[in-house]
Protein backbone atom coordinates (compact mmCIF):
# COMPACT_ATOMS: atom_id res chain seq x y z
CA UNK A 1 0.00 0.00 0.00
CA UNK A 2 0.84 3.81 -0.59
CA UNK A 3 2.11 5.80 1.88
CA UNK A 4 -0.63 8.30 1.32
CA UNK A 5 -3.01 5.53 1.22
CA UNK A 6 -1.73 4.39 4.94
CA UNK A 7 -1.87 7.91 6.56
CA UNK A 8 -5.87 8.02 5.08
CA UNK A 9 -6.10 4.01 6.75
CA UNK A 10 -4.24 5.06 9.86
CA UNK A 11 -4.95 8.32 10.76
CA UNK A 12 -2.79 8.63 13.54
CA UNK A 13 0.51 7.24 10.94
CA UNK A 14 -0.19 10.18 9.11
CA UNK A 15 2.59 12.55 10.28
CA UNK A 16 5.01 9.79 9.84
CA UNK A 17 3.65 9.13 6.17
CA UNK A 18 4.01 12.58 5.62
CA UNK A 19 7.50 13.15 6.42
CA UNK A 20 8.54 9.92 4.95
CA UNK A 21 7.06 10.93 2.05
CA UNK A 22 8.89 14.52 1.89
CA UNK A 23 12.14 12.63 2.65
CA UNK A 24 11.71 10.28 -0.22
CA UNK A 25 11.37 12.77 -2.77
CA UNK A 26 14.21 14.65 -1.49
CA UNK A 27 16.36 11.81 -1.59
CA UNK A 28 15.14 11.03 -4.85
CA UNK A 29 15.92 14.92 -6.78
CA UNK A 30 19.08 14.64 -4.77
CA UNK A 31 20.34 11.42 -5.95
CA UNK A 32 19.30 12.33 -9.78
CA UNK A 33 20.87 16.00 -9.26
CA UNK A 34 24.07 14.73 -7.94
CA UNK A 35 24.27 12.06 -10.75
CA UNK A 36 23.59 15.10 -13.40
CA UNK A 37 26.23 17.06 -11.65
CA UNK A 38 28.80 14.15 -12.38
CA UNK A 39 27.87 13.34 -15.82
CA UNK A 40 27.17 16.78 -17.38
CA UNK A 41 29.49 19.37 -15.56
CA UNK A 42 32.56 17.01 -13.77
CA UNK A 43 33.30 14.62 -16.42
CA UNK A 44 33.24 17.12 -19.55
CA UNK A 45 35.69 19.22 -17.54
CA UNK A 46 37.76 15.99 -16.79
CA UNK A 47 37.95 15.19 -20.25
CA UNK A 48 36.18 12.78 -20.30
CA UNK A 49 32.55 13.70 -22.48
CA UNK A 50 32.79 11.37 -24.56
CA UNK A 51 31.44 9.03 -21.70
CA UNK A 52 28.70 11.33 -20.42
CA UNK A 53 27.87 11.45 -24.60
CA UNK A 54 27.45 7.69 -24.69
CA UNK A 55 25.43 7.29 -21.71
CA UNK A 56 23.05 10.31 -21.70
CA UNK A 57 20.26 8.09 -23.62
CA UNK A 58 19.93 5.33 -21.32
CA UNK A 59 20.51 7.45 -18.08
CA UNK A 60 17.45 9.52 -19.22
CA UNK A 61 15.40 6.83 -19.91
CA UNK A 62 16.21 5.09 -16.71
CA UNK A 63 15.35 8.56 -14.57
CA UNK A 64 12.06 8.61 -16.28
CA UNK A 65 11.58 5.09 -15.81
CA UNK A 66 12.14 5.91 -11.65
CA UNK A 67 10.38 8.86 -11.68
CA UNK A 68 7.25 7.83 -12.98
CA UNK A 69 7.32 4.61 -10.70
CA UNK A 70 7.29 6.85 -7.70
CA UNK A 71 4.99 9.05 -9.18
CA UNK A 72 2.70 6.38 -9.91
CA UNK A 73 2.77 4.90 -6.02
CA UNK A 74 2.90 8.67 -4.25
CA UNK A 75 0.40 10.70 -6.57
CA UNK A 76 -0.61 13.68 -5.83
CA UNK A 77 1.25 16.34 -7.07
CA UNK A 78 3.97 14.15 -8.09
CA UNK A 79 1.19 12.91 -10.78
CA UNK A 80 0.86 16.39 -12.16
CA UNK A 81 5.15 17.29 -12.23
CA UNK A 82 5.17 13.80 -14.40
CA UNK A 83 2.39 15.39 -16.69
CA UNK A 84 4.22 18.79 -17.27
CA UNK A 85 6.83 17.10 -17.68
CA UNK A 86 6.22 14.57 -20.27
CA UNK A 87 4.29 17.65 -22.37
CA UNK A 88 7.84 19.61 -22.77
CA UNK A 89 8.41 18.31 -25.92
CA UNK A 90 10.00 21.45 -27.25
CA UNK A 91 13.14 20.72 -24.38
CA UNK A 92 12.83 17.17 -23.18
CA UNK A 93 14.61 14.55 -25.06
CA UNK A 94 11.66 12.10 -26.23
CA UNK A 95 12.84 9.41 -24.11
CA UNK A 96 11.75 11.14 -21.38
CA UNK A 97 8.05 12.70 -22.62
CA UNK A 98 7.58 8.97 -23.89
CA UNK A 99 7.80 7.14 -20.31
CA UNK A 100 5.29 9.77 -19.00
CA UNK A 101 2.99 10.83 -21.51
CA UNK A 102 0.28 8.04 -20.14
CA UNK A 103 0.98 8.39 -16.67
CA UNK A 104 -2.82 10.70 -16.15
CA UNK A 105 -4.07 7.04 -17.11
CA UNK A 106 -2.39 4.94 -14.02
CA UNK A 107 -3.86 6.83 -11.42
CA UNK A 108 -5.63 4.03 -8.79
CA UNK A 109 -8.79 5.49 -8.16
CA UNK A 110 -9.52 5.27 -4.22
CA UNK A 111 -12.88 2.81 -2.98
CA UNK A 112 -16.42 4.37 -2.88
CA UNK A 113 -16.45 4.17 0.77
CA UNK A 114 -14.06 6.77 1.33
CA UNK A 115 -15.26 8.91 -1.35
CA UNK A 116 -18.79 8.44 -0.11
CA UNK A 117 -17.89 9.46 3.21
CA UNK A 118 -16.26 12.81 1.97
CA UNK A 119 -19.05 13.66 0.16
CA UNK A 120 -21.45 13.25 2.45
CA UNK A 121 -19.73 15.15 5.46
CA UNK A 122 -19.33 17.94 2.68
CA UNK A 123 -22.82 18.31 1.55
CA UNK A 124 -23.80 17.70 4.63
CA UNK A 125 -26.51 14.80 4.26
CA UNK A 126 -26.73 10.78 2.81
CA UNK A 127 -26.17 10.93 -0.90
CA UNK A 128 -29.57 8.93 -1.32
CA UNK A 129 -31.21 11.92 -0.61
CA UNK A 130 -30.08 14.07 -2.89
CA UNK A 131 -29.54 11.50 -5.79
CA UNK A 132 -31.25 8.35 -7.35
CA UNK A 133 -28.28 6.49 -7.92
CA UNK A 134 -24.68 7.34 -8.18
CA UNK A 135 -22.22 4.67 -9.93
CA UNK A 136 -19.40 3.44 -7.85
CA UNK A 137 -17.27 2.93 -10.28
CA UNK A 138 -15.31 6.09 -11.39
CA UNK A 139 -15.72 7.49 -14.68
CA UNK A 140 -12.46 9.17 -13.97
CA UNK A 141 -9.83 8.91 -11.56
CA UNK A 142 -6.87 11.94 -11.31
CA UNK A 143 -4.19 12.50 -8.87
CA UNK A 144 -6.35 15.19 -7.22
CA UNK A 145 -10.24 13.71 -7.26
CA UNK A 146 -12.27 11.37 -9.36
CA UNK A 147 -15.17 11.42 -10.72
CA UNK A 148 -18.47 9.69 -10.65
CA UNK A 149 -21.30 9.75 -12.93
CA UNK A 150 -25.40 10.13 -11.16
CA UNK A 151 -28.51 11.13 -11.59
CA UNK A 152 -30.66 13.88 -9.13
CA UNK A 153 -33.39 12.90 -7.63
CA UNK A 154 -36.68 15.00 -9.52
CA UNK A 155 -36.62 17.33 -6.64
CA UNK A 156 -33.21 18.27 -6.85
CA UNK A 157 -33.16 17.78 -10.79
CA UNK A 158 -36.05 20.82 -10.91
CA UNK A 159 -34.02 22.92 -8.64
CA UNK A 160 -30.54 22.45 -10.65
CA UNK A 161 -32.48 22.43 -14.03
CA UNK A 162 -30.51 19.09 -14.94
CA UNK A 163 -30.93 15.10 -14.28
CA UNK A 164 -27.92 13.52 -15.61
CA UNK A 165 -24.71 15.05 -13.30
CA UNK A 166 -21.14 13.83 -12.86
CA UNK A 167 -20.45 14.43 -9.13
CA UNK A 168 -16.24 15.04 -8.58
CA UNK A 169 -14.96 14.43 -5.22
CA UNK A 170 -11.32 14.89 -3.65
CA UNK A 171 -9.45 12.14 -2.76
CA UNK A 172 -9.62 12.35 1.18
CA UNK A 173 -6.20 14.03 2.80
CA UNK A 174 -5.20 15.40 -0.68
CA UNK A 175 -5.00 18.80 0.94
CA UNK A 176 -2.52 17.58 3.56
CA UNK A 177 -0.35 15.76 1.23
CA UNK A 178 0.04 18.58 -1.49
CA UNK A 179 1.07 20.25 1.42
CA UNK A 180 4.11 18.22 1.82
CA UNK A 181 4.59 17.90 -2.04
CA UNK A 182 4.99 21.85 -2.40
CA UNK A 183 7.08 21.89 0.56
CA UNK A 184 9.38 19.51 -1.27
CA UNK A 185 9.67 20.90 -4.34
CA UNK A 186 10.02 23.83 -2.89
CA UNK A 187 13.27 22.81 -1.49
CA UNK A 188 14.18 20.97 -4.55
CA UNK A 189 13.72 24.25 -6.66
CA UNK A 190 16.09 26.20 -4.20
CA UNK A 191 18.92 23.70 -4.72
CA UNK A 192 18.12 24.02 -8.60
CA UNK A 193 18.42 27.85 -8.38
CA UNK A 194 22.23 27.36 -7.26
CA UNK A 195 23.13 25.53 -10.40
CA UNK A 196 23.55 28.12 -12.74
CA UNK A 197 23.07 25.98 -15.97
CA UNK A 198 19.21 26.43 -14.71
CA UNK A 199 19.48 29.99 -12.80
CA UNK A 200 20.37 31.10 -16.07
CA UNK A 201 17.36 30.05 -17.98
CA UNK A 202 14.91 30.17 -15.04
CA UNK A 203 14.01 31.73 -11.66
CA UNK A 204 13.09 28.21 -10.09
CA UNK A 205 11.72 29.26 -6.94
CA UNK A 206 9.38 31.46 -9.48
CA UNK A 207 8.04 28.84 -10.95
CA UNK A 208 7.53 26.67 -8.08
CA UNK A 209 5.49 29.08 -6.34
CA UNK A 210 3.25 29.74 -9.91
CA UNK A 211 3.14 25.69 -9.88
CA UNK A 212 2.13 26.23 -6.05
CA UNK A 213 -0.34 28.19 -6.54
CA UNK A 214 -2.53 26.57 -9.89
CA UNK A 215 -1.85 23.52 -7.67
CA UNK A 216 -3.81 25.22 -5.02
CA UNK A 217 -6.49 26.38 -7.14
CA UNK A 218 -7.02 23.17 -8.33
CA UNK A 219 -7.92 21.35 -5.07
CA UNK A 220 -10.41 24.28 -4.69
CA UNK A 221 -13.47 22.98 -7.07
CA UNK A 222 -15.69 26.49 -5.75
CA UNK A 223 -13.09 28.03 -8.23
CA UNK A 224 -13.15 25.01 -10.37
CA UNK A 225 -16.84 26.02 -10.77
CA UNK A 226 -16.19 29.66 -11.13
CA UNK A 227 -13.45 29.23 -13.60
CA UNK A 228 -15.53 27.37 -15.92
CA UNK A 229 -18.42 30.13 -15.80
CA UNK A 230 -15.71 32.45 -16.82
CA UNK A 231 -14.67 30.45 -19.56
CA UNK A 232 -18.33 29.88 -20.42
CA UNK A 233 -19.21 33.48 -20.83
CA UNK A 234 -15.60 34.00 -23.11
CA UNK A 235 -17.09 31.92 -25.12
CA UNK A 236 -21.16 32.93 -25.27
CA UNK A 237 -22.34 32.67 -28.59
CA UNK A 238 -19.51 31.17 -30.46
CA UNK A 239 -21.32 27.25 -31.89
CA UNK A 240 -17.69 25.69 -31.81
CA UNK A 241 -17.57 25.57 -27.85
CA UNK A 242 -19.60 24.05 -25.27
CA UNK A 243 -19.03 23.73 -21.36
CA UNK A 244 -21.20 21.94 -18.61
CA UNK A 245 -23.52 23.67 -16.35
CA UNK A 246 -22.47 23.61 -12.03
CA UNK A 247 -25.15 22.60 -9.87
CA UNK A 248 -23.90 25.48 -7.21
CA UNK A 249 -26.51 23.96 -4.73
CA UNK A 250 -24.86 20.67 -4.69
CA UNK A 251 -20.86 21.75 -5.00
CA UNK A 252 -18.56 22.55 -2.53
CA UNK A 253 -15.06 23.38 -2.20
CA UNK A 254 -14.23 19.49 -1.87
CA UNK A 255 -17.43 18.34 -3.86
CA UNK A 256 -17.87 19.49 -7.58
CA UNK A 257 -21.63 18.73 -9.41
CA UNK A 258 -21.82 19.27 -13.06
CA UNK A 259 -24.19 18.57 -16.09
CA UNK A 260 -23.07 15.49 -17.94
CA UNK A 261 -21.69 16.14 -20.87
CA UNK A 262 -19.76 13.11 -21.93
CA UNK A 263 -19.70 12.35 -25.36
CA UNK A 264 -16.77 11.38 -27.57
CA UNK A 265 -13.19 12.01 -26.66
CA UNK A 266 -11.63 14.40 -29.16
CA UNK A 267 -8.85 11.82 -30.08
CA UNK A 268 -11.00 8.38 -30.09
CA UNK A 269 -11.01 8.87 -34.33
CA UNK A 270 -12.94 5.47 -34.82
CA UNK A 271 -15.85 6.65 -32.59
CA UNK A 272 -15.81 10.59 -34.67
CA UNK A 273 -15.76 8.41 -37.90
CA UNK A 274 -18.91 6.31 -36.73
CA UNK A 275 -21.01 10.04 -36.37
CA UNK A 276 -19.98 10.97 -39.69
CA UNK A 277 -17.45 13.47 -38.10
CA UNK A 278 -14.37 14.03 -39.77
CA UNK A 279 -11.44 14.05 -37.17
CA UNK A 280 -9.07 15.82 -40.06
CA UNK A 281 -11.64 18.79 -39.74
CA UNK A 282 -11.94 18.68 -35.88
CA UNK A 283 -7.90 19.36 -35.86
CA UNK A 284 -7.87 23.44 -37.19
CA UNK A 285 -11.47 24.15 -34.89
CA UNK A 286 -9.66 22.87 -31.75
CA UNK A 287 -5.84 24.47 -32.70
CA UNK A 288 -8.55 27.58 -33.66
CA UNK A 289 -10.08 27.86 -30.39
CA UNK A 290 -7.29 27.61 -28.61
CA UNK A 291 -5.65 30.24 -30.00
CA UNK A 292 -8.34 32.25 -29.16
CA UNK A 293 -7.72 31.63 -25.96
CA UNK A 294 -4.38 32.15 -25.83
CA UNK A 295 -4.20 35.26 -27.93
CA UNK A 296 -7.58 37.23 -27.19
CA UNK A 297 -9.46 36.14 -24.24
CA UNK A 298 -6.06 35.72 -22.40
CA UNK A 299 -7.93 32.77 -19.90
CA UNK A 300 -6.68 29.64 -21.12
CA UNK A 301 -7.61 25.85 -20.20
CA UNK A 302 -3.95 24.93 -19.01
CA UNK A 303 -4.94 21.01 -19.12
CA UNK A 304 -6.38 20.43 -22.82
CA UNK A 305 -5.44 16.55 -22.99
CA UNK A 306 -7.63 14.28 -24.75
CA UNK A 307 -9.63 13.22 -21.12
CA UNK A 308 -10.89 17.03 -21.17
CA UNK A 309 -12.19 17.67 -24.57
CA UNK A 310 -15.15 15.74 -26.23
CA UNK A 311 -16.76 16.50 -29.56
CA UNK A 312 -20.62 16.44 -29.04
CA UNK A 313 -22.67 15.88 -32.06
CA UNK A 314 -25.25 18.43 -32.75
CA UNK A 315 -27.43 16.94 -35.53
CA UNK A 316 -29.83 19.65 -37.01
CA UNK A 317 -27.65 22.38 -35.47
CA UNK A 318 -26.96 25.13 -37.85
CA UNK A 319 -23.48 25.64 -39.17
CA UNK A 320 -21.06 22.87 -37.58
CA UNK A 321 -22.38 19.25 -36.46
CA UNK A 322 -20.74 18.83 -33.70
CA UNK A 323 -19.17 21.65 -30.70
CA UNK A 324 -16.02 20.81 -28.74
CA UNK A 325 -16.99 20.62 -25.09
CA UNK A 326 -14.27 21.23 -22.42
CA UNK A 327 -14.14 19.95 -18.81
CA UNK A 328 -12.10 20.09 -15.91
CA UNK A 329 -11.42 23.89 -15.07
CA UNK A 330 -9.28 23.03 -12.30
CA UNK A 331 -6.05 24.35 -14.09
CA UNK A 332 -6.69 27.42 -15.82
CA UNK A 333 -3.58 30.03 -17.26
CA UNK A 334 -3.97 33.90 -17.64
CA UNK A 335 -2.12 35.83 -19.77
CA UNK A 336 -1.07 39.13 -19.02
CA UNK A 337 -1.36 42.06 -21.55
CA UNK A 338 2.06 42.13 -22.04
CA UNK A 339 2.71 38.98 -22.84
CA UNK A 340 -0.54 38.82 -24.81
CA UNK A 341 1.06 41.20 -27.12
CA UNK A 342 3.93 39.89 -27.34
CA UNK A 343 2.38 36.28 -28.26
CA UNK A 344 0.33 37.85 -31.18
CA UNK A 345 3.17 39.72 -32.86
CA UNK A 346 5.41 36.41 -32.40
CA UNK A 347 2.31 34.60 -34.01
CA UNK A 348 2.26 37.48 -36.82
CA UNK A 349 5.97 36.79 -37.05
CA UNK A 350 5.86 32.99 -37.48
CA UNK A 351 3.31 33.22 -39.91
CA UNK A 352 5.19 35.54 -42.27
CA UNK A 353 8.28 34.01 -42.12
CA UNK A 354 10.11 36.97 -40.62
CA UNK A 355 13.37 35.67 -38.41
CA UNK A 356 13.86 39.63 -37.22
CA UNK A 357 10.24 40.08 -36.01
CA UNK A 358 10.28 36.65 -34.65
CA UNK A 359 12.98 37.55 -31.85
CA UNK A 360 11.84 40.79 -31.04
CA UNK A 361 8.98 39.00 -30.12
CA UNK A 362 10.17 36.63 -27.82
CA UNK A 363 12.13 39.31 -26.11
CA UNK A 364 8.81 41.43 -25.67
CA UNK A 365 7.74 38.60 -23.79
CA UNK A 366 10.66 38.10 -21.69
CA UNK A 367 11.97 34.71 -22.66
CA UNK A 368 14.86 36.37 -24.31
CA UNK A 369 16.85 38.78 -21.70
CA UNK A 370 17.69 42.41 -23.21
CA UNK A 371 21.31 41.78 -23.35
CA UNK A 372 21.42 39.39 -25.72
CA UNK A 373 23.18 39.52 -29.34
CA UNK A 374 20.02 38.81 -31.61
CA UNK A 375 22.12 38.88 -34.83
CA UNK A 376 22.86 35.40 -35.34
CA UNK A 377 19.58 34.00 -33.64
CA UNK A 378 18.02 36.50 -36.33
CA UNK A 379 19.86 34.73 -39.00
CA UNK A 380 19.16 31.25 -37.82
CA UNK A 381 15.66 32.17 -37.78
CA UNK A 382 15.77 33.33 -40.83
CA UNK A 383 17.20 29.93 -42.21
CA UNK A 384 14.81 27.65 -40.44
CA UNK A 385 12.14 29.68 -42.27
CA UNK A 386 13.97 29.24 -45.22
CA UNK A 387 14.26 25.73 -44.59
CA UNK A 388 11.40 23.92 -43.26
CA UNK A 389 9.06 27.03 -42.74
CA UNK A 390 5.69 25.80 -43.55
CA UNK A 391 5.86 22.25 -43.61
CA UNK A 392 3.62 19.83 -41.44
CA UNK A 393 4.37 17.19 -39.28
CA UNK A 394 4.41 14.42 -42.05
CA UNK A 395 6.69 16.48 -44.04
CA UNK A 396 9.23 17.16 -41.44
CA UNK A 397 9.31 13.19 -40.75
CA UNK A 398 10.52 12.77 -44.22
CA UNK A 399 13.26 14.84 -43.91
CA UNK A 400 16.57 13.42 -43.96
CA UNK A 401 17.35 12.75 -39.56
CA UNK A 402 20.87 13.89 -40.58
CA UNK A 403 20.00 17.59 -41.93
CA UNK A 404 17.86 17.89 -38.84
CA UNK A 405 21.06 16.24 -36.33
CA UNK A 406 22.98 18.95 -38.31
CA UNK A 407 20.72 22.01 -37.83
CA UNK A 408 19.90 20.90 -34.62
CA UNK A 409 23.33 20.73 -33.20
CA UNK A 410 24.08 24.66 -34.65
CA UNK A 411 21.34 25.72 -33.36
CA UNK A 412 21.55 24.38 -30.35
CA UNK A 413 25.23 26.00 -29.51
CA UNK A 414 23.79 28.85 -30.09
CA UNK A 415 20.59 28.84 -27.82
CA UNK A 416 22.62 28.07 -25.22
CA UNK A 417 25.24 30.94 -25.66
CA UNK A 418 22.14 33.30 -25.29
CA UNK A 419 20.58 34.28 -22.25
CA UNK A 420 17.69 32.82 -22.28
CA UNK A 421 15.32 32.21 -19.34
CA UNK A 422 11.68 30.77 -18.38
CA UNK A 423 9.24 33.96 -17.41
CA UNK A 424 6.77 33.34 -14.78
CA UNK A 425 3.28 32.56 -15.70
CA UNK A 426 4.61 31.21 -19.21
CA UNK A 427 4.52 27.20 -17.90
CA UNK A 428 1.13 26.96 -18.42
CA UNK A 429 1.09 28.76 -21.56
CA UNK A 430 3.98 26.10 -23.22
CA UNK A 431 1.94 23.15 -21.62
CA UNK A 432 -1.17 24.19 -23.14
CA UNK A 433 0.20 24.47 -26.49
CA UNK A 434 2.10 21.41 -26.39
CA UNK A 435 -0.85 19.54 -25.50
CA UNK A 436 -2.69 21.36 -28.79
CA UNK A 437 -0.01 20.37 -31.03
CA UNK A 438 -0.08 16.68 -30.13
CA UNK A 439 -4.22 16.33 -30.19
CA UNK A 440 -4.05 18.08 -33.36
CA UNK A 441 -1.73 15.51 -34.94
CA UNK A 442 -3.71 12.52 -33.19
CA UNK A 443 -6.41 13.76 -35.01
CA UNK A 444 -4.74 14.45 -38.05
CA UNK A 445 -0.95 12.64 -39.08
CA UNK A 446 -0.62 14.95 -41.67
CA UNK A 447 -1.53 18.47 -39.59
CA UNK A 448 -0.35 21.07 -40.50
CA UNK A 449 0.14 24.14 -37.56
CA UNK A 450 0.88 26.52 -40.21
CA UNK A 451 -2.43 26.21 -41.83
CA UNK A 452 -4.19 27.19 -38.87
CA UNK A 453 -1.61 30.04 -38.30
CA UNK A 454 -1.69 31.53 -41.05
CA UNK A 455 -5.20 32.74 -41.49
CA UNK A 456 -5.43 33.48 -37.27
CA UNK A 457 -2.32 35.68 -37.77
CA UNK A 458 -3.60 37.61 -40.72
CA UNK A 459 -6.72 38.22 -38.15
CA UNK A 460 -4.89 39.55 -35.90
CA UNK A 461 -2.78 41.43 -37.98
CA UNK A 462 -6.12 42.90 -39.46
CA UNK A 463 -7.09 43.82 -36.10
CA UNK A 464 -3.80 45.29 -35.22
CA UNK A 465 -3.84 47.76 -38.19
CA UNK A 466 -7.19 48.39 -36.65
CA UNK A 467 -5.79 49.59 -33.65
CA UNK A 468 -2.80 51.31 -34.56
CA UNK A 469 -5.50 53.19 -36.77
CA UNK A 470 -7.13 54.27 -33.44
CA UNK A 471 -3.89 55.65 -32.02
CA UNK A 472 -3.31 57.62 -34.91
CA UNK A 473 -6.22 59.26 -34.67
CA UNK A 474 -6.22 59.97 -31.24
CA UNK A 475 -2.60 61.11 -31.85
CA UNK A 476 -4.03 63.16 -34.67
CA UNK A 477 -7.14 64.70 -31.90
CA UNK A 478 -4.27 65.40 -29.32
CA UNK A 479 -2.06 67.01 -31.74
CA UNK A 480 -4.57 69.39 -32.77
CA UNK A 481 -5.02 70.46 -29.41
CA UNK A 482 -1.90 71.45 -28.11
CA UNK A 483 -1.57 73.05 -32.08
CA UNK A 484 -4.98 75.18 -30.63
CA UNK A 485 -2.87 76.00 -27.38
CA UNK A 486 0.23 76.72 -28.65
CA UNK A 487 -0.77 80.24 -29.29
CA UNK A 488 -1.24 81.32 -25.90
CA UNK A 489 1.69 79.31 -24.78
CA UNK A 490 3.93 81.48 -26.76
CA UNK A 491 2.21 84.86 -25.54
CA UNK A 492 3.15 83.64 -22.08
CA UNK A 493 6.78 82.16 -22.62
CA UNK A 494 7.21 86.03 -24.57
CA UNK A 495 6.20 87.51 -21.59
CA UNK A 496 8.54 86.17 -19.19
CA UNK A 497 11.48 86.61 -21.44
CA UNK A 498 10.48 90.28 -21.41
CA UNK A 499 10.07 90.31 -17.56
CA UNK A 500 13.40 88.42 -17.17
CA UNK A 501 12.00 85.56 -14.84
CA UNK A 502 12.59 83.07 -17.97
CA UNK A 503 14.64 79.75 -16.65
CA UNK A 504 16.14 77.22 -18.46
CA UNK A 505 17.22 73.51 -17.23
CA UNK A 506 17.81 70.01 -18.21
CA UNK A 507 16.82 67.59 -15.71
CA UNK A 508 18.21 64.65 -17.13
CA UNK A 509 21.43 66.75 -18.09
CA UNK A 510 21.82 68.00 -14.40
CA UNK A 511 21.53 64.11 -13.35
CA UNK A 512 24.67 62.77 -15.68
CA UNK A 513 26.61 65.79 -13.94
CA UNK A 514 25.86 64.46 -10.53
CA UNK A 515 26.52 61.03 -11.37
CA UNK A 516 30.03 61.95 -13.36
CA UNK A 517 30.73 64.29 -9.86
CA UNK A 518 30.31 60.65 -7.63
CA UNK A 519 32.20 58.51 -9.73
CA UNK A 520 34.78 60.60 -10.02
CA UNK A 521 34.94 61.17 -5.87
CA UNK A 522 34.44 57.49 -5.38
CA UNK A 523 37.66 56.75 -8.07
CA UNK A 524 39.85 59.53 -6.05
CA UNK A 525 38.30 57.50 -2.66
CA UNK A 526 40.00 54.82 -4.28
CA UNK A 527 42.92 55.50 -5.20
CA UNK A 528 43.78 57.10 -1.60
CA UNK A 529 42.84 54.08 -0.02
CA UNK A 530 44.95 51.83 -2.56
CA UNK A 531 47.90 54.42 -1.29
CA UNK A 532 47.46 54.09 2.07
CA UNK A 533 46.77 50.44 2.09
CA UNK A 534 50.53 49.96 -0.02
CA UNK A 535 52.33 52.76 2.52
CA UNK A 536 50.62 50.87 5.72
CA UNK A 537 52.14 47.54 4.86
CA UNK A 538 55.45 48.94 3.27
CA UNK A 539 56.12 51.20 6.52
CA UNK A 540 54.64 48.64 9.09
CA UNK A 541 57.74 46.64 8.87
CA UNK A 542 60.21 49.35 9.93
CA UNK A 543 57.62 51.65 11.73
CA UNK A 544 54.62 49.31 13.19
CA UNK A 545 52.92 52.28 14.78
CA UNK A 546 52.61 54.71 11.62
CA UNK A 547 52.04 51.47 9.46
CA UNK A 548 48.94 50.37 11.87
CA UNK A 549 47.73 53.99 11.62
CA UNK A 550 48.11 54.42 8.03
CA UNK A 551 46.19 50.68 7.30
CA UNK A 552 43.33 51.89 10.02
CA UNK A 553 42.67 54.86 7.84
CA UNK A 554 42.92 53.38 4.94
CA UNK A 555 39.46 52.04 6.13
CA UNK A 556 38.22 55.89 5.39
CA UNK A 557 38.19 56.80 1.54
CA UNK A 558 37.53 52.51 1.16
CA UNK A 559 33.96 53.28 2.69
CA UNK A 560 33.65 56.35 0.68
CA UNK A 561 34.32 54.15 -2.61
CA UNK A 562 31.97 52.07 -2.05
CA UNK A 563 29.33 53.71 -1.12
CA UNK A 564 26.72 54.49 -3.66
CA UNK A 565 26.16 57.92 -1.64
CA UNK A 566 22.53 60.26 -1.96
CA UNK A 567 21.10 59.61 -5.65
CA UNK A 568 19.81 62.23 -7.55
CA UNK A 569 16.28 63.00 -8.22
Given at each position: MAEADRARADPAAGAG?????YRRILRFAAWHLALTWWYELLLPRLGLRRITERTRTRRMIRFARRFRALAVELGGLMIKVGQFLSSRLDVLPPEITKELEDLQDEVPPVPFPAIRDLAEAELGTPLGNIFAVIEETPIAAASLGQAHRARLLPAAAEDAGMSGVVVKVQRPGIEAIVDVDLAALRRVGGWLSHFRLVSDRADMPSLVEEFAQTSLEEVDYLQEAANSERFDADFAGDERVAVPRVAWERTTRRVLTLEDVTAIKITDTEALRAAGIDPVEVAPVFASVMFDQLFTTGFFHADPH??????????????LPWRLTFIDFGMMGEVPAGTRSGLRKLLIAAAARDGGGLVSAIGEIGVLLPSADTAELERAMSRLFTRFGGMGFAELREVDPREFLAFANEF????????????ENFLLIIRAMSLTSGVCSSLDPRFNLWDSVEPYAARLLREERGNLLQDASRQVVDAAAVAFRLPQRLDRLAARAEEGSLTAGNPRLERQVARLDRTVRRAVSAVLFAALLIAGAILRHDDPALGTVLLAISALPLLHSAWPGRRGP
Amino acid sequence: MAEADRARADPAAGAGSTRARYRRILRFAAWHLALTWWYELLLPRLGLRRITERTRTRRMIRFARRFRALAVELGGLMIKVGQFLSSRLDVLPPEITKELEDLQDEVPPVPFPAIRDLAEAELGTPLGNIFAVIEETPIAAASLGQAHRARLLPAAAEDAGMSGVVVKVQRPGIEAIVDVDLAALRRVGGWLSHFRLVSDRADMPSLVEEFAQTSLEEVDYLQEAANSERFDADFAGDERVAVPRVAWERTTRRVLTLEDVTAIKITDTEALRAAGIDPVEVAPVFASVMFDQLFTTGFFHADPHPGNIFVTPTPGAGGLPWRLTFIDFGMMGEVPAGTRSGLRKLLIAAAARDGGGLVSAIGEIGVLLPSADTAELERAMSRLFTRFGGMGFAELREVDPREFLAFANEFGELVRSLPFQVPENFLLIIRAMSLTSGVCSSLDPRFNLWDSVEPYAARLLREERGNLLQDASRQVVDAAAVAFRLPQRLDRLAARAEEGSLTAGNPRLERQVARLDRTVRRAVSAVLFAALLIAGAILRHDDPALGTVLLAISALPLLHSAWPGRRGP
